[in-house]
């Protein structure tokens, strides 16, 4: 039996943020109730890759969940709304600092309708302080909240990740509050708002950045290979420094391509395997004796030298290959891994974190799957919901509303976009 069944989530939210997170609760068998503006999720048309068809932005991260259209701009619409809100465990949303207020659904009016109710906010800054009333996507959470500042070199520019933490990090956030709030819900019988902020759950990711910054007020970060100084205040971007209490880099292989390279951890344990391997390949048969590397302490002050003796025997290896060799010798590392690479990874598909789907417009098409895996009730990943494709079904099955009522609501305007606002 799925972990969520009974669920029910009334799911109002957009874009990315949101949707990551009613996915998750999805394929943990929740009833994802998609509700949607009559346009639809902006994203059904943002990048699209076959005309006409919803894009894989969409279709990726709203899976196993029902789509329904209502305009929450026209009073049949809201009660729609309200119908739904009185049989739902959860109502979520990620809209702009004040959309559900100027609609007129504050949280104290949702709660009055629906005491039970957990509601979740994902919002970029938050509903009080100085930055409350601003819009935000990734990257500007990510600017935000001290992951650009601390990614890249030191005399470049700052860069955001590819991992989508401002987005999909906060929806692993807002999942982990909606389920503890849940839980509450069954033993008071009382809902909550459960609010998340982008730059907050920034923040939290960004928490070891803010150890190394208290550090940086009694003196130098010694694994750091970039200068640092007591009293320097920021955290200097540590290029690809293991920022953990072990010395690590990527180190360049063979055939030299833009990703042939491997991420190596030269854990204390581990020196001594490691120099016995390497050395003797790169004419230095001593490596494993030598005062200059023998201790941690050394390895970090000689810490360029080191890298470089790697990256020599690195360069006459391919990345499966290092992968290989140092696994046998318990080195902790990794391949830089290119998309290409992770669609064809045996690993990744026998753990069905790259899955086949088919869809009535696109066709076959392919999510990254699951990552969090329960032995009792494993995900069956379904394709993402057409526009509205689920608006007479839940109507009728969840709100045991008949034709004549769904066909007078729909001539009333309750299902169909509300006119655009003038220029
Ligand atoms: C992502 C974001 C910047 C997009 O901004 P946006 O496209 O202007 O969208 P908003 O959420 O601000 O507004 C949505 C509008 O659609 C309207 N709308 C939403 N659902 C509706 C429905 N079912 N029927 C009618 N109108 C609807 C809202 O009333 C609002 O209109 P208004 O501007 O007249 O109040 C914004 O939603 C945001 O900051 N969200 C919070 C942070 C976040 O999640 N960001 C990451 C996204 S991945």
Not at 199 to 227: A, W, Y
């Amino acid at each position: 039996m799925e972990a969520l069944k009974g669920i029910r989530i009334l799911d109002m939210s957009h874009v990315q943020a949101g949707p990551t997170c009613s996915q998750l609760l999805a394929w943990m068998g929740a009833d994802v109730i998609k509700f949607e503006n009559p346009a639809g999720d902006a994203t059904r048309g943002q990048l699209r890759d076959v005309p006409h068809v919803d894009s894989l932005y969409f279709t990726m991260l709203n899976c196993n969940k029902r789509s329904i259209t209502v305009n929450m701009k026209s009073a049949q619409g809201k009660q729609v709304f309200v119908d739904l809100l009185k049989r739902c465990d959860i109502i979520m949303e990620n809209f702009g600092p004040g959309v559900l207020d100027r609609l007129g659904f504050t949280w104290e009016t949702i709660h009055e309708l629906n005491p039970r109710i957990v509601m979740g906010s994902i919002k970029g800054f938050g509903s009080s302080g100085p930055y409350a009333d601003f819009k935000a996507y990734e990257n500007v959470a990510q600017a935000m909240g001290g992951s650009m500042s601390t990614t890249g070199v030191p005399n470049g520019r700052p860069f955001v990740t590819g991992a989508q933490i401002g987005d999909s990090g906060t929806g692993l956030h807002l999942a982990i509050g909606l389920l503890a709030a849940l839980h509450q819900r069954d033993r008071t019988g009382e809902g909550q708002y459960v609010e998340v902020a982008m730059m907050d759950g920034i923040m939290n990711l960004c928490r070891v950045k803010f150890r190394d910054h208290q550090r940086l007020t009694r003196g130098p970060l010694p694994e750091f290979s970039v200068p640092t100084h007591k009293g320097m205040g920021d955290v200097p971007r540590g290029g690809n420094d293991s920022g953990g209490g072990q010395l690590g880099n990527a180190i360049r292989c063979n055939p030299g391509g833009t990703n042939d390279f491997i991420y190596v951890v030269v854990q204390e344990a581990v020196w001594d395997a490691l120099a016995k391997r390497v050395g003797p390949e790169v004419g230095m048969p001593d490596l494993a004796t030598d005062p200059k590397f023998a201790t941690i302490d050394s390895r970090r002050r000689h810490q360029s030298s080191m890298w470089e003796i790697l990256g020599e025997f690195a360069l006459k290896h391919d990345k499966r290959e290092l992968m290989r060799i140092f696994n046998e010798l318990n080195v902790p590392c990794g391949p830089v891994m290119g998309t290409e690479d992770l669609a064809h990874d045996e690993h990744v598909r026998g753990r069905e974190m790259w899955v086949e789907l088919d869809h009535p417009q696109r066709g076959k098409w392919w999510n990254v799957g699951m990552p969090i895996k329960l032995s009792a009730s494993p995900a069956r990943i379904e394709r993402s919901p057409l526009l509205g494709e689920h608006t007479d079904e839940v109507l009728k099955q969840v709100l045991g509303y008949d034709d004549a009522k769904i066909a007078s609501l729909r001539q009333a305007g309750a299902f169909a976009a509300p006119p655009k606002k003038a220029a």
